[in-house]
């Protein structure tokens, strides 16, 4: 999995790019939320859930199924984020699944269950650059948790951020003429 720091750049980078004021802060929280949310399935490692299990790590959790209903669940809720329905929905399923792209372009574990419930196989995207972050609070903080954050500063920081900046610098320049 990469780590929690680096899955909410994405709503982070996502808010920067967009138009202004088009992601309320409240809608970035939970977009912030979701994007670490299916990582909350390492739980079953307490109960004994197998890794491999679609109950697992990485299992139903990291489907787009899954997105699909919780993004479905927060458009309903969309006042509360003070955004239009269709907004609430696109970052709400954007976010979440940007989380499972991350776990897919990592170069340990078991692969992601994206397909769930239609297909139980695990997945990884062609390139495997990003460095495995540990489950393991207390082994993150070590040279492996360093190693880490190095990668993934490369692989997904300077790319999201660089495209987030070139999106807002371009409509800004394009708003002031």
Request: proline share 5%; glycine share 6%; charged share 10%.
């Given at each position: 999995?990469?780590?929690?720091?680096?899955?909410?750049?994405?709503?982070?980078?996502?808010?920067?790019?967009?138009?202004?004021n088009?992601?309320?802060?409240?809608?970035?929280?939970?977009?912030?939320f979701?994007?670490?949310?299916?990582?909350?399935?390492?739980i079953?490692?307490?109960?004994?859930?197998?890794?491999?299990?679609?109950?697992?790590?990485?299992?139903?959790?990291?489907?787009?199924?899954?997105?699909?209903?919780?993004?479905?669940?927060?458009?309903r809720?969309?006042?509360?984020?003070?955004?239009?329905?269709?907004?609430?929905?696109?970052?709400?399923?954007?976010?979440?699944?940007?989380?499972?792209?991350?776990?897919a372009l990592?170069?340990?574990?078991?692969?992601?269950?994206?397909?769930?419930p239609f297909?139980?196989?695990?997945?990884?995207?062609?390139?495997r650059?990003?460095?495995?972050?540990?489950?393991?609070?207390?082994?993150?903080?070590?040279?492996?948790?360093l190693?880490?954050?190095?990668?993934?500063?490369?692989?997904?920081w300077?790319?999201?951020?660089?495209?987030?900046?070139?999106?807002?610098?371009?409509r800004?320049?394009?708003?002031?003429?």
């Amino acid at each position: 999995m990469a780590s929690a720091f680096s899955h909410i750049i994405i709503p982070i980078a996502l808010k920067l790019a967009g138009r202004k004021n088009s992601i309320p802060w409240r809608l970035l929280f939970l977009g912030m939320f979701l994007s670490v949310a299916p990582d909350f399935d390492s739980i079953g490692f307490t109960f004994g859930i197998p890794y491999a299990s679609q109950w697992g790590h990485r299992g139903f959790t990291h489907s787009l199924v899954f997105a699909l209903v919780i993004a479905l669940l927060c458009m309903r809720c969309s006042k509360l984020f003070l955004s239009s329905s269709k907004t609430v929905f696109l970052f709400s399923f954007l976010s979440m699944v940007s989380h499972s792209m991350l776990d897919a372009l990592t170069n340990g574990g078991l692969g992601v269950a994206v397909f769930w419930p239609f297909d139980s196989e695990r997945y990884f995207l062609p390139w495997r650059v990003i460095e495995v972050s540990p489950i393991s609070v207390s082994r993150f903080f070590t040279e492996k948790g360093l190693s880490v954050l190095s990668s993934e500063f490369i692989y997904i920081w300077l790319p999201c951020l660089s495209v987030a900046g070139l999106l807002f610098l371009l409509r800004g320049r394009s708003n002031a003429h």
